[in-house]
């Protein structure tokens, strides 16, 4: 799949088929986390692959974001002690960023391998981590809840009036 294909293409899915992903095509998607772009090499984050579905209705509960059930879900971590070690203060901000684009890394090869995913922010940050056996100094950033698509949604409009040339306010950069 071309690169182009996945950004404008990629839907936030809400429905799953109650079909397992495996655990290695789970692990695949986190090491795309890995490659994401990370400001100073910090690289603050961890990811927990979770395709037990008796874990999932754990995390599902405390997550009101999740509307349907996954076949997997993807912790993904923000090393608040490594990114304050290196950033100081603004670490913790930092290394929100660096997941950010860790999680867009996970979704874009999600999608290139058949499956479909939705960030999900609204959850009990600490039931989660005390779910997975995470360390204090771990903030569980995000979730990707990722399966097999029980939907195709449309794709939304977007607003091309936001993008500038040169200056903010400035238009000539519509496609």
């Given at each position: 799949?071309?690169?182009?294909?996945a950004i404008f293409n990629r839907r936030s899915i809400?429905?799953?088929?109650?079909?397992?992903?495996?655990?290695?095509?789970?692990?695949?998607?986190?090491?795309?986390?890995?490659?994401?772009p990370t400001g100073g090499n910090i690289q603050p984050?961890?990811?927990?692959?979770?395709?037990?579905?008796?874990?999932?209705?754990?995390?599902?509960?405390?997550?009101?974001?999740?509307?349907?059930?996954?076949?997997?879900?993807?912790?993904?971590?923000?090393?608040?002690?490594?990114?304050?070690?290196?950033?100081?203060?603004?670490?913790?901000v930092l290394a929100l960023m660096d997941c950010a684009?860790?999680?867009?890394?996970?979704?874009?090869?999600?999608?290139?391998?058949?499956?479909?995913?939705?960030?999900?922010?609204?959850?009990?940050?600490?039931?989660?981590?005390?779910?997975?056996?995470?360390?204090?100094?771990?903030?569980?950033?995000?979730?990707?809840?990722?399966?097999?698509?029980?939907?195709?949604?449309?794709?939304?409009?977007?607003?091309?009036?936001?993008?500038?040339?040169?200056?903010?306010?400035?238009?000539?950069?519509?496609?």
């Amino acid at each position: 799949m071309e690169l182009k294909e996945a950004i404008f293409n990629r839907r936030s899915i809400r429905s799953f088929l109650e079909k397992p992903v495996g655990r290695e095509l789970i692990k695949e998607i986190m090491y795309a986390g890995i490659h994401a772009p990370t400001g100073g090499n910090i690289q603050p984050w961890a990811f927990v692959g979770i395709s037990d579905p008796l874990v999932i209705k754990k995390i599902r509960v405390i997550s009101p974001g999740m509307l349907d059930e996954p076949a997997a879900v993807i912790c993904v971590y923000s090393d608040q002690k490594k990114a304050f070690e290196k950033a100081g203060k603004t670490g913790e901000v930092l290394a929100l960023m660096d997941c950010a684009m860790a999680a867009q890394n996970i979704m874009l090869r999600a999608f290139d391998l058949g499956l479909g995913t939705c960030v999900i922010r609204s959850f009990n940050q600490s039931a989660v981590r005390v779910i997975t056996g995470a360390p204090e100094h771990m903030r569980p950033e995000l979730l990707i809840a990722t399966g097999y698509t029980d939907e195709k949604p449309a794709l939304p409009a977007r607003d091309t009036g936001v993008i500038y040339m040169e200056a903010y306010g400035r238009r000539g950069a519509k496609k």
